[in-house]
């Protein structure tokens, strides 16, 4: 099946500067990549996803980017604001498969004010 | 407010007993998902279902059962059969179609002793 891998597990950073967040996966055929943010107490929210026949995609401060060659996909968080602060999961999935969602192992982003 | 609840946070169990975890969504999501991930690996798809009365095995099956009798409902027993079920326990629910947004439940740590 599919394997995704996430990186890094943990991730400092101060207000203000970038995050990035970087995932690979195995299955060539996977071809709908969202992200998705868990906050300690709440529940998660789908924040941006992208598919396959993009490379990038912008939302405000959040941006992901797509490299379907080297089958690896990154979400780039910039202005870090202390809210940013969360577990960040990175899935996989085809969209040909009953979009089965495979997931990474999350990342944990701590924003230090 | 909807949401997806696991219960309970914390289990423990008797080596050779069975156990059951509970998973309740109020989302109207079709598809729910068992995950188990163990430390410094990435979440593992243990089963999953898309409609009631109907799921699939995922990577890592063995030694665990679902039933899906309701559409809220996606019960996760773990066997005796399973040789190594200490772990932490992920239930996560999905609507259906393009745009697969996920919800991911709070967890259960789940200790043999």
């Given at each position: 099946?599919?394997?995704?891998?996430?990186h890094?597990?943990?991730?400092?950073?101060q207000?203000?500067?970038?995050?990035?967040?970087?995932?690979?996966?195995?299955?060539?055929?996977?071809n709908?990549?969202?992200?998705?943010?868990?906050?300690?107490?709440?529940?998660?929210?789908?924040?941006?996803?992208i598919?396959?026949?993009?490379?990038?995609?912008?939302?405000?401060?959040?941006?992901?980017?797509?490299?379907?060659?080297?089958?690896?996909?990154?979400?780039?968080?910039?202005?870090?604001?202390?809210e940013?602060s969360?577990?960040?999961?990175?899935a996989a999935?085809?969209s040909?498969n009953?979009?089965?969602?495979?997931f990474?192992?999350?990342?944990?982003?701590t924003?230090?004010a | 407010?909807g949401?997806?609840?696991?219960s309970?946070?914390?289990?423990?169990?008797?080596?050779?007993?069975?156990?059951?975890?509970?998973?309740?969504q109020n989302?109207?999501h079709?598809a729910?998902?068992w995950?188990r991930?163990?430390?410094?690996q990435?979440?593992?798809?243990?089963?999953?279902?898309?409609i009631v009365?109907?799921?699939?095995?995922?990577?890592?099956?063995?030694?665990?059962?679902?039933?899906?009798?309701?559409?809220?409902?996606?019960?996760?027993?773990?066997?005796?059969a399973?040789?190594?079920?200490?772990?932490f326990?992920l239930?996560?629910?999905?609507?259906?179609?393009?745009?697969?947004?996920?919800?991911?439940?709070?967890?259960?740590?789940l200790?043999?002793v």
């Amino acid at each position: 099946g599919e394997n995704v891998e996430q990186h890094p597990s943990t991730l400092s950073v101060q207000e203000g500067d970038s995050a990035v967040i970087k995932c690979t996966y195995s299955d060539s055929a996977s071809n709908y990549f969202p992200w998705y943010k868990q906050e300690l107490g709440k529940g998660s929210q789908l924040i941006i996803d992208i598919r396959s026949n993009v490379g990038e995609k912008k939302d405000q401060r959040i941006a992901v980017t797509l490299n379907k060659t080297a089958k690896h996909f990154s979400l780039h968080i910039t202005e870090t604001q202390p809210e940013d602060s969360a577990v960040y999961f990175c899935a996989a999935s085809i969209s040909s498969n009953d979009y089965k969602l495979s997931f990474g192992a999350g990342t944990t982003v701590t924003v230090r004010a | 407010d909807g949401g997806i609840t696991q219960s309970p946070k914390y289990l423990f169990r008797k080596e050779g007993q069975n156990v059951t975890l509970s998973c309740e969504q109020n989302l109207n999501h079709d598809a729910m998902y068992w995950y188990r991930q163990d430390p410094g690996q990435g979440l593992r798809l243990i089963y999953y279902s898309q409609i009631v009365n109907d799921f699939q095995k995922g990577d890592i099956a063995e030694g665990y059962s679902v039933s899906r009798e309701k559409k809220e409902s996606f019960p996760l027993t773990v066997t005796s059969a399973q040789k190594n079920p200490t772990a932490f326990y992920l239930c996560v629910s999905s609507k259906q179609g393009a745009n697969t947004e996920a919800f991911f439940g709070q967890g259960t740590r789940l200790t043999v002793v």
